[in-house]
Each structure stands twice: as C-alpha cells, then as structure tokens.
C-alpha cells in the first residue's frame, strides 16, 4: 500500500513511518522541511514537504495514495483555533479525494472524558471552548462513504526521547516546585502507551481499511496518577506530595486540569478486533529508566 502520512517526523508519526515500512508499505511523509524529512528518506520513505495549511500540497499527497494516516497537529496551543480550522480543512480536503472509494484514511484523536471508561463505540460531542474537530469531521466523512476512521490515543504517548509530552511538561513543574505532586489520594487514573505500540494500531486500522470506527491505542487503561508522580519524583530525587484542588490550581496551572482528570479508557475491542497486543515498557518503568528525558 502507498501510504499517505501526515506529521511523519513527529513524535508519533515517525514511529508509525517505522511500522508502515518494516511491513512492506510505501510512505509519503508530509514534513515541514527537508531537514525533517532527513530521517524518513533514510528509512527509505519519500519527505512532502509542506504543512497542514497548504491544502493543493495535501491533494497532491492524497491523490497518489492508497490511504492515509494523519498525525500532524501544531504544538503552539495559544493558536489553537487557527490549527484547529486547518486540520479540518485538511481532513476535508482527504475526504474529498478519496470520495467514491474503498481507500481508507486513519485520523488522529483523543480522549476528554471523566470519571467512566472509554470504550470505542463512544463518539464525540462538540464541546465548548475546544475548537478542534478531527474526530468529528472523520465520522461526518463516514456517514458520507468515505472510509475514514479514528485512532484515540491517551494523554500519555510516552517513550525514550520524550520531549513534548506530559510527563516533560510534569516534571518540569515538578522541578520547579521541589515535589511531584499529585491530587488527594492521587487514584485518578491516566491511560498510557508507548509509542512504538500505538504506531502498531494505525498501522493494523489502516490494513483493516473499515468505515466509521474508532481505534484505542491503550495499552493500560488506567494508571493511578499517584505512580506516575512517584515516578517522576524517584526519577528527579524529589519527594512526592499531595495536595488539595485548590492547591493543585496553584501548582499546576493550566496543566491542573488534566492532573485531576480521572479519564480511564479500554482497548478491549481495539485488541480483539486488529489483533494488537502491546508489548513495550509502561509509563512507570519508561519513566523510571535513567535516559527518560522526562
């Protein structure tokens, strides 16, 4: 298969650019620059360089493939709006391509639940102040024929060399304030992956080539976030500590609501029907290893 791949020297989309080789596939990867896309010409992929905006460019991606796998999304929060619009656009833009096919297209979504476990036939609402739509404008394009379809990854993609995630972002405050801290008794609980696992999933979704479902890359469904501050702190030599709501507010910043948050999400159908069955590090031993970067 020729394989059309969004974000393909990104932290995710690179190891799926990995996946899609090591198993035969061909990769178009959409880079920002030819120094991004170094990496993937050595792999043996072909670098498109261009951006979520140029939409002739994504066309042009799009028309010479047999499917394509979107990952990209911009890291500066403060446009989100304006990265939000784009990716729909984009996905748009795959969907009218693609129209009148059997192709496959795999988007990139998430998870923004409380309190009860996700499961795969869930479907999302829009909600407000959170502009982005990939997951939304994918099923609009499924309930059109298009074969597009989501994968969910958690709020922790982590592995070696981890830079922009949340665990960096954790023990940043964490270094900072003298303590990993956690919420009460810190039993709410974050789903985690390793990137190399969550790679597998996009790869198994896009051969599976079906309508209209959604994927979980989850490989523990939830961990008490207790244990990932503790790792953090036993990483860092810093103590761990609890703190009240209010003093999460404080602490954390921004970042408080997604400490608080107790969001676990299955992948039992995602594991029984693509077969996938993860096998790297969980977050805690990754976390714990002396090159975490974290």
Request: proline share 5%; hydrophobic share 40%.
């Amino acid at each position: 298969m020729r394989v059309f791949l969004t974000g393909a020297s990104g932290w995710i989309g690179s190891m799926i650019a990995q996946d899609l080789l090591a198993a035969g596939h061909a990769v178009v990867g959409l880079v920002r620059s030819a120094e991004k896309g170094s990496a993937l010409s050595v792999a043996g992929g072909t670098p498109l360089i261009g951006s979520l905006g140029d939409l002739e460019t994504l066309r042009q991606g799009a028309r010479d493939a047999d499917g394509i796998v979107h990952t990209a999304f911009g890291l500066d929060l403060s446009k989100i709006e304006q990265l939000a619009e784009e990716e729909r656009a984009a996905i748009e833009a795959f969907g009218d391509v693609f129209a009148g096919s059997d192709r496959p297209i795999i988007v990139t979504g998430g998870f923004l639940h409380n309190g009860r476990t996700a499961i795969e036939t869930d479907r999302p609402a829009v909600r407000p102040g959170f502009p982005r739509m990939s997951e939304q404008t994918a099923f609009a394009l499924a309930e059109r024929g298009v074969h597009a379809n989501v994968v969910r990854n958690p709020r922790s993609v982590h592995g070696i060399g981890e830079k922009h995630g949340f665990v960096p972002m954790l023990a940043a405050v964490a270094r900072k304030k003298g303590v990993s801290a956690y919420v009460g008794d810190g039993q709410n609980r974050w789903p985690a992956v390793h990137r190399l696992d969550s790679a597998t999933v996009y790869r198994l979704a896009l051969e599976r080539g079906a309508r209209g479902e959604a994927y979980h890359a989850v490989a523990e469904e939830g961990m008490p976030y207790r244990d990932i501050a503790d790792a953090i702190g036993r990483q860092l030599g810093l103590p761990a500590k609890s703190l009240t709501q209010d003093e999460a507010e404080t602490h954390f910043g921004p970042l408080a609501a997604w400490v608080c948050i107790d969001g676990p999400a299955s992948s039992k159908w995602t594991r029984q029907t693509l077969g996938w069955a993860p096998g790297q590090a969980g977050i805690v031993r990754d976390i714990e290893r002396p090159d975490y970067s974290g």
